[in-house]
């Protein structure tokens, strides 16, 4: 069975930082593409980034130059890491597998921006 | 950008009726376009991709159509699990991947 597991989320200042991870299993991890996928509470969906099997990445222009996606292959986990936080980043965020339709998705990590 | 809007964004249906969710696409997207079902406290679970195919394990019930600009579910023969927000998306242009708002599907 499919899993992802998110963790990490907490309550940060602004301008603070943050590392997500998502801890995938029952799957080949390194064989399939990976994204976050933000919902700010009671909205909708956002798409946040993207990496490739080979570690190419692609980012939505809101967290470009401030978030960073990466995998690590051999603990079948994907992470992302958030500096510069803002308030309007406050959301679930969610991993989920696949290249352009996704398929899974893991049940979500709370960010919280606030002083 | 490609914009993706969906309408209406609430739609009330009665247990047993067929319900019609419409998604439009600010220009072309040719087929690809996947749906998601959401329950609240609950991640978006996949539907339909390619515009029209069925994701693994999802009821026959469930059935995408349209290309282009125009894209529609339809939910026949609603399921009392079926009430959730429904949301399409495009991945024909992108980064960035889009999202259309969300219709919500609530009982009559």
């Known amino acids: 069975e499919v899993q992802l597991v998110e963790s990490g989320g907490g309550l940060v200042q602004p301008g603070g930082s943050l590392r997500l991870s998502c801890a995938a299993s029952?799957?080949?991890?390194?064989?399939?593409?990976m994204n976050w996928v933000r919902q700010a509470p009671g909205k909708g969906l956002e798409w946040v980034s993207y990496?490739?099997?080979?570690?190419?990445?692609r980012y939505a222009d809101s967290v470009k130059g401030r978030f960073t996606i990466s995998r690590d292959n051999a603990k079948s986990s994907l992470y992302l890491q958030m500096n510069s936080l803002r308030v309007e980043d406050t959301a679930f965020y969610y991993c989920?597998?696949?290249?352009?339709?996704?398929?899974?998705w893991g049940q979500g990590t709370l960010v919280t921006v606030s002083s | 950008e490609i914009v993706m809007t969906q309408s209406p964004a609430t739609v009330s249906v009665s247990p047993g009726e067929r319900a019609t969710l419409s998604c439009r696409a600010s220009?072309?997207?040719?087929?690809?376009v996947a749906w998601y079902q959401q329950k609240p406290g609950q991640a978006p679970r996949h539907l339909i991709y390619?515009?029209?195919t069925r994701a693994t394990g999802i009821p026959a019930r469930f059935s995408g159509s349209g290309s282009g600009t125009e894209f529609t579910l339809t939910i026949s023969s609603l399921q009392s699990e079926d009430f959730a927000v429904y949301y399409c998306?495009?991945?024909?242009?992108?980064?960035?991947?889009?999202f259309g708002q969300g219709t919500k599907l609530e009982i009559k």
């Open positions: 989920a597998r696949g290249i352009h339709a996704f398929g899974y």
């Open positions: 029952g799957f080949t991890f390194s064989s399939y593409e």
């Open positions: 990496i490739s099997t080979s570690g190419n990445t």
């Open positions: 220009q072309s997207v040719s087929s690809n």
């Open positions: 390619d515009a029209s």
């Open positions: 998306q495009q991945y024909n242009n992108w980064p960035p991947y889009t």
